[in-house]
């Protein structure tokens, strides 16, 4: 925003075109719901081209409804794929434990753990082997952080093939099947539709 070029207005218009072109589209949140939370989180490991921070999202499901989602650059460049996948699991694990929290006082209780689906195996495997190596040090915090949490029984880690990785949507660039394919999947449809 300090210093805007002519990339960044041909990116504006393109939003403002693709807007322009799905005006019905929204979501609606179904009236018969289990009331079960789950997650999607994903990382684009050093997708800023300037800083080569790596890009975090996630979407929390209400039953089949996506009731939260967040895409924002993580707040320091990460020496590996595993590594952004796993701050992305932490942000996601911060997420969860907030709606949780919020579910309990609206009389909402969720007494099994939250599934988070990712599709970094080598995440997952940090994640539920409480051995660290010298390699995951500078992320020991994380690891701490999220391992307490699935021996509480917040959550649940979960792999999901990239295919299916509905958070892809929020940190990539894909094509135009994959995005249409993952907005249905969102549970996004035309509302002006009959």
């Given at each position: 925003?300090?210093?805007?070029?002519?990339?960044?207005?041909?990116?504006?218009?393109?939003?403002?075109?693709?807007?322009?072109?799905?005006?019905?589209?929204?979501?609606?949140?179904?009236?018969?719901?289990?009331l079960?939370?789950?997650?999607y989180?994903?990382?684009?490991?050093?997708s800023?081209?300037?800083?080569?921070?790596?890009?975090?999202?996630?979407?929390?499901?209400?039953?089949?409804?996506?009731?939260?989602?967040?895409?924002?650059?993580?707040?320091?460049?990460?020496?590996?794929?595993t590594?952004?996948?796993?701050?992305a699991?932490?942000?996601?694990?911060?997420?969860?434990?907030?709606?949780?929290?919020?579910?309990?006082?609206?009389?909402?209780y969720?007494?099994?753990?939250?599934?988070?689906?990712?599709?970094?195996?080598?995440?997952?495997?940090?994640?539920?082997?409480?051995?660290?190596?010298?390699?995951?040090?500078?992320?020991?915090?994380?690891?701490?952080?999220?391992?307490?949490?699935?021996?509480?029984?917040?959550?649940?880690?979960?792999?999901?093939?990239?295919?299916?990785?509905?958070?892809?949507?929020?940190?990539?660039?894909?094509?135009?099947?994959?995005?249409?394919?993952?907005?249905?999947?969102?549970?996004?449809?035309?509302?002006?539709?009959?």
């Amino acid at each position: 925003m300090q210093q805007p070029k002519e990339a960044h207005w041909d990116v504006a218009l393109r939003v403002v075109r693709y807007l322009k072109s799905n005006p019905g589209q929204g979501m609606l949140l179904k009236s018969s719901s289990n009331l079960r939370l789950t997650a999607y989180c994903d990382a684009d490991w050093a997708s800023c081209p300037m800083t080569r921070r790596s890009l975090t999202a996630y979407f929390v499901f209400l039953s089949d409804s996506p009731i939260s989602w967040k895409p924002k650059k993580q707040p320091m460049v990460s020496r590996s794929s595993t590594e952004a996948e796993y701050r992305a699991l932490a942000v996601t694990t911060c997420e969860l434990k907030w709606l949780r929290g919020l579910l309990f006082t609206l009389s909402v209780y969720h007494p099994t753990p939250v599934r988070i689906y990712s599709d970094s195996q080598s995440a997952l495997h940090i994640a539920q082997n409480p051995v660290f190596h010298e390699r995951t040090k500078h992320i020991e915090v994380d690891c701490h952080f999220i391992r307490d949490e699935i021996c509480r029984g917040t959550i649940h880690p979960a792999y999901v093939l990239t295919t299916h990785q509905l958070a892809d949507i929020l940190p990539k660039v894909l094509g135009k099947h994959q995005f249409v394919q993952l907005l249905a999947k969102l549970g996004i449809s035309n509302l002006h539709a009959p």
